[in-house]
C-alpha cells in the first residue's frame, strides 16, 4: 500500500517537474547568464554523488591561475540569506560542506545563497574592486534560475538513473530526460578500471549528445588525520593488525567509507547518523560510551571530513574525544588520461571569457 502511494506521489511530482522545466525551456520563467563565468556542479539524485570534492578539484585547478569564488546553498544552515562564509564561522551559520571548503581554501571566497541569481549579484557587488574570474556554483543543477557556461552533472557509478525512479518512490530530483541540459556528466566513485564495454553501455543508458562529455572519477582516500591536533598525543598510527576503529558518519552514503576503513583497521564498529546531522551531546555521549567498551589500546575513533567540520564545531567537546577523534580527507582522481581532457576544456572556458571581459572593458573605457 505504501509503495501504491508513492508511486502516486511520484507521478504527480513528474508532472510538476516537467511543467517547471517546460516553462524554462519555453523562456516562460527567466533563467538569467552573467558575463562572469559560472560553472555549476550538481547532481539528479538526492544523496551523495561527491559533489565537494569535485568542487575542491575545481579550486584547485584554478586558484593559481583565477579569482575563484564558490557560491552554495549552504544545506541544513539555521540563517536565511547571503552571507559571506569566513574561517570564524559556524555550520550553524553557513552549513558544513561551504564552511569544509573555506577551511580548505582560505584564500577562496566561500559565499551562501538559498537565491543563486541574488547570491551571483551580491558577489559581483561586494567584488567590485576584483571582480571574480569565475563562479563555482555548488548543487545548482535544478536552480535554472542561472544559466551556467558549464553545467557538470554528477551520477553515483553505484546508483545508475537508468534504474531510478522520481521522488519520494525514488531517488531521481527531475526526469531521466534532463541529463541533456549538462555539458559534462562525471560517472562518481567508480572502481579503479572501467572497463569500455561498461562504458560504452553508460554512453548509450544516458543516451549521449554530441556536444556531451562523459568522464569517470574515482575516490582518493587521504591519510588519517586529527580533528584536534592540539589535544592529540598519539605521535605514530598504529598499523592494521590489533587496530579497532569506531566509524562515526552522518553522510548520505556511508559504504564505501566503511569499505576503505574495514581495510586500515582489524576491527571495525560503526554508528551511523542522517546525512547532515547536528550533532548534540546525547551523541557525544552515544560516541563515548560505545568507544570505551571497545577492547584493547590501539583504538581510534574515525570519521568523514564533512563530519569533522560539525564536530570540530562543538564547544563542550570532550577531551577524550578530541584525543581519539581522526578523519580522513578525499579528493577525485580522474581515470586514466581523462582528466587532461576535463582540466583543457574548463581553462578554457575560463581564459576565453576572462580575455573577452577584459576587451569590452578596454573598449568600454576608451573616450567617445
Known amino acids: 500500500m505504501l509503495k501504491l502511494l508513492l508511486y502516486f506521489m511520484s507521478f504527480f511530482y513528474g508532472i510538476g517537474m516537467y511543467f517547471r522545466n517546460r516553462m524554462y525551456d519555453l523562456k ?10 559560472v560553472i555549476s556542479v550538481g547532481n539528479i539524485t538526492v544523496g551523495g554523488t561527491g559533489k565537494t570534492p569535485h568542487i575542491e578539484y575545481l579550486i584547485t585547478l584554478l586558484k593559481n591561475e583565477f579569482n575563484v569564488v564558490v557560491l552554495s546553498r549552504g544545506y541544513k544552515r539555521k540563517t536565511k540569506g547571503f552571507r559571506e562564509v569566513t574561517i570564524g564561522s559556524t555550520v550553524e551559520e553557513s552549513g558544513d560542506e561551504p564552511l569544509q571548503i573555506k577551511n580548505k581554501f582560505p584564500e577562496t571566497g566561500v559565499y551562501v545563497d538559498e537565491k543563486r541569481v541574488h547570491g551571483i549579484e551580491e558577489i559581483i557587488r561586494l567584488n567590485e574592486e576584483k571582480q571574480p574570474d569565475v563562479i563555482l556554483l555548488d548543487d545548482a543543477f535544478q536552480h535554472r534560475s542561472v544559466t551556467p557556461g558549464i553545467n557538470i552533472l554528477l551520477v553515483d557509478s553505484n546508483r545508475p538513473i537508468t534504474e531510478d525512479k522520481l521522488l519520494p518512490y525514488g531517488r531521481l530530483r527531475e526526469g531521466k530526460t534532463q541529463v541533456r541540459r549538462a555539458s559534462m556528466i562525471i560517472y562518481t566513485k567508480c572502481p579503479r ?14 543516451n549521449l549528445r554530441p556536444y556531451q562529455n562523459l568522464y569517470f572519477t574515482a575516490m582518493e582516500y587521504g591519510l588519517l588525520t586529527p580533528v584536534f591536533p592540539e589535544n592529540v598525543a598519539l605521535v605514530q598510527i598504529p598499523g592494521r593488525i590489533g587496530l579497532s576503529v569506531l566509524m562515526v558518519t552522518g553522510i548520505a552514503q556511508p559504504e564505501p567509507f566503511k569499505t576503505f576503513v574495514s581495510s586500515l583497521a ?11 546531522h547536528s550533532f548534540g551531546g546525547n551523541d557525544l555521549l552515544k560516541i563515548e560510551e560505545t568507544f570505551v567498551k571497545i577492547s584493547g589500546k ?7 571530513e564533512k563530519d569533522a567540520t560539525r564536530l570540530k564545531g562543538i564547544a563542550d567537546m570532550p577531551d577524550m574525544l578530541k584525543s581519539n577523534l581522526f578523519y580522513i580527507p578525499i579528493k577525485i582522481k580522474f581515470l586514466d588520461s581523462e582528466g587532461k581532457s576535463f582540466d583543457k576544456k574548463i581553462l578554457d572556458y575560463v581564459r576565453e571569457n576572462k580575455s573577452n571581459r577584459e576587451l569590452y572593458k578596454r573598449k568600454d573605457q576608451r573616450p567617445h
Open 28 to 37: 516562460i520563467l527567466e533563467s538569467t547568464e552573467f558575463d562572469i563565468p
Open 193 to 206: 578500471e572501467v572497463k569500455p564495454i561498461t562504458r560504452r553501455i553508460i554512453m548509450q543508458s544516458v
Open 266 to 276: 582489524e576491527h571495525v564498529e560503526e554508528i551511523r547518523f542522517p546525512d547532515h
Open 298 to 304: 590501539n583504538k581510534l575513533i574515525v570519521t568523514t
